[in-house]
């Protein structure tokens, strides 16, 4: 198994450009989450989703959107970059909706910078 | 609002030494405590877990400690190591409402030969 995977690892973009960080998981997990880490601030939950079609906010999800149409995928997009979010974001997986009593899987990251 | 406070912010100990991390919580709906280490270009990965039902888990060298009264919980690291150097991260779930994660800030953990 791959595990968690995360595209691409590093991305520049200029303010006001959109992008979709790509996650896939292959262990067949209902729960998905996007996290971000700042220096200093830990990890914050941007969204999650409980299963295919179902989507929630976290605790900073201003700026982000996502969808999961299938199981394996949950792609983050950024529909108008700001250098606030600048960031390295973690994508996460578990077994099932309590996702968070299951331990978390994460992924390698991806290193974003916005000019 | 910081829901989960977590000390230090840096911590260097000597190999073969003892590493402690402190970190404590408001919420009384948390109900579950995990940890998770992280190296230096990678994703978090859970070390251990704790339930408030319990005052202290051991796994190896890595022990929890949980004083529910005071609404705080520790990380024991025993005979450190260099491969022990890491970002280490408390973190807490509030059974009754979310069930989502909440992390503290991290404690940078370097120990040195």
């Known amino acids: 198994n791959a595990g968690v995977t995360q595209t691409p690892k590093f991305q520049v973009l200029k303010t006001g450009q959109s992008m979709t960080l790509q996650c896939a998981q292959d262990m067949n997990h209902e729960y998905m989450s996007w996290y971000r880490q700042d220096p200093g601030m830990g990890l914050r939950l941007i969204h999650y989703s409980v299963g295919a079609g179902i989507t929630d906010q976290g605790e900073v999800p201003n700026g982000y959107n996502v969808s999961r149409s299938t199981t394996e995928d949950f792609p983050l997009r950024l529909l108008s970059a700001a250098p606030s979010q600048t960031s390295v974001y973690f994508c996460a997986s578990s077994w099932d909706s309590l996702g968070s009593y299951n331990e978390q899987f994460f992924g390698p990251g991806t290193r974003l910078t916005v000019l | 609002q910081q829901q989960v406070k977590q000390s230090p912010q840096s911590l260097i100990v000597q190999k073969g030494g003892i590493s402690i991390i402190n970190c404590a919580y408001e919420?009384?709906?948390?109900?579950?405590f995990p940890w998770y280490q992280q190296f230096p270009g990678k994703g978090p990965a859970l070390l251990i877990a704790?339930?408030?039902?319990?005052s202290e888990k051991k796994e190896g060298r890595f022990t929890i400690s949980f004083n529910k009264s005071a609404k705080q919980f520790s990380l024991h690291i025993m005979d450190s190591q260099p491969g022990d150097s890491a970002t280490y991260f408390c973190a807490a779930i509030d059974g009754a409402g979310s069930y989502q994660l909440t992390f503290g800030k991290g404690t940078k953990l370097s120990v040195i030969p």
């Open positions: 704790i339930r408030p039902d319990v």
């Open positions: 919420n009384t709906a948390f109900d579950y």
